[in-house]
């Protein structure tokens, strides 16, 4: 049957649950995705929600179940009488429970571990000894495997039987004693190699593996860079964990995705299983207050300095110079601004996809300080025909003009691009996430540095080039 669009058949389906007729409930659930259902989830009322997860089948709950939010399914667990509990608790995904276990406070967790099948249970306590950054926090122990001893038939045999929840069910882990992996071998290689041939001669043994401690980022990155399905994790000794799969991949490059984002907009990041809209006022404001308080502080400091060259120029320049420039400013600070935003942007990016690595910083540098001067003189042409353009004074004040904002143009430029591509590495060299050089941050520095560089080269200039307008 096709896939039914579940905004069609959520007024059935609250209807037959009204009729108390869950073999229909369950037919109309059997024709939708469950992250449609999840995603639709608050067009069903609290009791609807219960209902569905109490009388639908267990696989099928279980999958809409494992859809939801981590604080909707604490909440909802709670609600459930305990046999009911624990049947959707056994059948979760490996990962997905030792996630929602986490949640949970530790008596809640322990009551549930103790309805639980004790092989579940057992795996459950073992998962949450790793922590949730590393891929043994985010990898499933529900994989296919088979003994270094086996023939091909015995393997697809023992496959049959016991594998059929398995994940990423592509690839046979061949093990040894003491669960030592030895090899991995194909589905198409069991299914095409006679039964009576030994799986170790088939096996492939160079294999890709990851340690349980490696930060959850870089096994994400493993995965991809060796285009592979899952990766395996094993401990010092050999031993298989088990696998981390292309959805936790997918999960874990979506969160770090959004938080480098938050971080990048001096955001502190959130709940990533919490949306916009469900995420409290105050939180909203604990993660975006402190950032705020850092940059007013810091754009405080530009203030004080254009205070302090406003008494400068005052005082010893006559007030037409003061006026212009004054008025170029705020373009100076807002293209410097952009300027180092978009070298750390593309800096973050490269660290992020693992494409630079911080040793490379030397390189880095050379490259964005000619790739910084190349943009500044094209922009200081652009300033100077600005400047030529100033109202209101002659033609040689307007190259004097010129000449000032060209020069701070070029020199802020350089600066800006080779700051902002270096600021993230430095921050990565000492084990800090490269995205807390976040552009309102990068932006309100270099804004800082831009106007000493303007107003020296503006006072130097006209103390050389127009002394008959200096004050007595």
């Known amino acids: 049957m096709a896939e039914a669009p579940i905004l069609e058949i959520i007024p059935e389906i609250k209807a037959l649950i009204a009729e108390k007729s869950w073999p229909g409930v369950n037919l109309l659930l059997g024709d939708v995705h469950p992250p449609d259902v ?3 989830w608050d067009e069903f009322t609290r009791e609807e929600k219960l209902a569905i997860l109490r009388h639908g089948y267990v696989a099928r709950a279980v999958d809409i179940f494992e859809e939801l939010e981590t604080e909707r399914q604490v909440a909802l667990i709670q609600l459930l009488r305990e046999e009911r509990a624990a049947d959707l608790l056994d059948e979760m995904a490996p990962d997905e429970r030792a996630d929602l276990f986490a949640e949970f406070p530790p008596a809640l967790a322990e009551r549930f571990l103790r309805l639980m099948e004790t092989e579940e249970a057992e795996d459950v306590r073992e998962l949450l000894t790793h922590e949730p950054d590393t891929a043994g926090g985010i990898m499933t122990t529900d994989y296919a495997w088979c003994s270094v001893n086996s023939t091909v038939g015995e393997a697809i045999r023992q496959f049959r039987e016991n594998f059929h929840e398995a994940e990423a069910v592509y690839f046979v882990y061949v093990l040894g004693e003491n669960d030592h992996l030895e090899g991995v071998v194909t589905l198409r290689q069991l299914l095409l190699t006679p039964d009576s041939t030994s799986v170790r001669e088939i096996m492939h043994t160079n294999l890709v593996t990851i340690p349980p401690e490696i930060d959850r980022e870089h096994a994400a990155r493993q995965c991809a860079d060796y285009n592979l399905i899952a990766l395996p994790v094993v401990d010092a000794g050999g031993e298989m964990l088990g696998i981390v799969t292309h959805d936790d991949v997918m999960d874990v490059l979506e969160e770090e995705a959004a938080e480098d984002l938050e971080l990048f907009g001096a955001v502190i990041p959130g709940d990533e299983d919490r949306s916009y809209l469900r995420t409290p006022v105050l939180q909203h404001c604990r993660a975006r207050i402190p950032w705020l308080v850092v940059l007013l502080f810091l754009s405080s ?27 170029l400013t705020p373009m100076l600070c807002a293209t410097a601004g952009n300027a180092g935003t978009q070298s750390a942007t593309v800096v973050i990016r490269d660290l992020a996809t693992g494409d630079l690595d911080v040793g490379e910083i030397g390189r880095v540098f050379a490259k964005e300080l000619l790739v910084g001067l190349l943009m ?14 100033s109202k209101n004074i002659t033609l040689e004040h307007a190259l004097i003009f010129g000449g000032i904002i060209s020069i701070s143009i070029f020199l802020t430029i350089a600066f800006a691009t080779t700051m902002g591509a270096l600021l993230p590495l430095i921050v990565k060299r000492v084990n800090l996430d490269p995205a807390v050089m976040s552009s309102p941050l990068l932006a309100t520095v270099i804004d800082n540095v831009a106007i000493l560089i303007y107003f020296s080269v503006g006072i130097a200039a006209l103390m050389h080039l127009a002394p008959g307008d200096i004050t007595p």
Do not use: N
């Open 38 to 40: 999840a995603e639709h």
């Open 301 to 327: 400091i530009s203030a004080l300095l254009l205070l302090h060259y406003e008494e400068v120029m005052k005082s010893g320049f006559d007030l037409m110079w003061y006026g212009l420039l004054f008025s």
């Open 376 to 389: 500044g003189l094209i922009l200081a042409a652009c300033g100077f025909t600005r400047a030529l353009f």
